[in-house]
């Protein structure tokens, strides 16, 4: 079964492809030569995903699923949220994101904060969507580097390590994106075992 994942972003390629069972492929945006960005416009998480797979699958007319994913901190009202990958600008640099984010919980004491993913699937002309959230807790300050994004100072409840400092695999178990797309993995295994 091939499928499109529709993300230019390597590092989450990558991740996905190491939780994905053997009887699906993946296809890249740059396996179909698609150069134009992807509108995500949407003020929601949600519809950011859908309106991706929705511009995917209009133009291509494949399988296609996209995620959306946002980083929510109770103390500023759940931003970044479905700013996240632009909170410093639209450069969309990681370092940039992270280090306003620290300057604006500079003194803040409560630092509760959760990481929330949906995928939207377009299969065989219709949309599923899965949802994906862990709970935790911002740092003081940076802490390892593995992973990407807000990883380094994102503590998951349960945990004194941050994100970063947790092997890919170990993160996958518990992470936003992990239960997110083990839920759409669950979804292709019953589809497969009906065969």
């Not at 170990?170 to 993995?185: Q, V």
């Amino acid at each position: 079964m091939e499928i499109l994942f529709a993300t230019s972003n390597l590092n989450k390629l990558e991740e996905i492809q190491s939780m994905l069972p053997s009887f699906i492929k993946l296809i890249s945006l740059k396996e179909i030569k698609l150069e134009e960005d992807i509108p995500e416009t949407s003020s929601t998480i949600q519809g950011n995903a859908i309106q991706k797979t929705n511009f995917i699958f209009n133009k291509f007319e494949i399988s296609c699923f996209a995620d959306d994913t946002g980083l929510e901190v109770e103390a500023l009202g759940g931003e970044p949220g479905v700013r996240s990958a632009r909170y410093a600008g639209e450069q969309k640099k990681d370092d940039d994101n992270r280090a306003l984010l620290l300057r604006n919980l500079e003194g803040v004491e409560d630092r509760s904060a959760r990481f929330k993913t949906v995928i939207s699937l377009v299969f065989k002309n219709k949309q599923y969507l899965f949802e994906g959230i862990i709970n935790g807790a911002i740092s003081f300050e940076e802490k390892g580097s593995m992973g990407f994004g807000y990883d380094s100072i994102f503590i998951p409840e349960n945990e004194t390590r941050s994100f970063a400092e947790m092997p890919l695999d170990e993160k996958n178990k518990i992470s936003h994106r992990g239960r997110a797309f083990s839920k759409m993995i669950s979804f292709f295994e019953e589809l497969n075992e009906d065969k």
